[in-house]
């Protein structure tokens, strides 16, 4: 019976386990549906055809019984009619449905035991189909938004490095600036100092002044007859 000899590895497999170990969760659910799904399908096959076994050997241990009780009876029966003979073929034949009964019970127990396993097996994978089922689209709606949250940060990234370049771009304005500044403060220093205009016009006018009190001292003289 091949689908026995997983059943410890079916038995004791964790589904969690399995998806926390996955590098893509959602292809993983999907395949271990997959695989869950064909196995369930061997394992309602054969359960059902250890069940059939089980039925069958238990039937012919419940017919092994009857007739050793019966024998019994017809060897009682014997007995109180007199008839020790055949009361004798009686009990040997119930000796030997004994020792048949014993074999028939080793039968029946390890048939009982396969259909244990299967039912087992049945019921954990019928129980993990219906967990994956239930988990999956909210597995997959948790990676479609955690896949969302990665391209808006690769873009708040990106939108850190355009502002991180026009801040450099800024102080190497700034920089220009202040050299431009210093080459026309520098320029204005070498240019030749220019005469003061209020200088100059106080050297005409004042030349003018002094004419006018000449003139004014000449009318003067001319007044006193000098």
Known sequence: MGIL???????????????????DPAKMIDQTLRNLN???????????AVMAEETRAKRELDECEADIAKMQSYAVKAVEAG???????????KNELTVKKEQLQTVYEAAAKNARKMRQMHDKLVSDIGELESRRSVIKSKLAVAKAQERINS??????????????????????????DQANAMAELNTPEEK??????????????????????ASLKASLGK
């Open 83 to 93: 008839n020790d003979d055949d009361a004798k073929q009686f009990l040997a034949k």
């Open 38 to 48: 064909s196995d369930l399908g061997k394992v309602k096959s054969e359960t059902a």
């Open 196 to 217: 003061d205009d209020l200088e100059a016009l106080e050297l005409k006018y004042g030349a003018s002044s002094s004419n006018a009190v000449d003139d004014e001292l």
């Open 5 to 23: 000899t997983r059943f410890k590895d079916i038995m004791a497999s964790n589904i969690n386990a399995l998806l926390d170990q996955a590098e």
């Open 155 to 180: 873009m708040s990234s990106s939108a850190g490095d355009a502002a991180s370049s026009i801040s450099a771009f800024e102080r190497m304005e700034a920089k220009a600036d202040k050299a431009l």
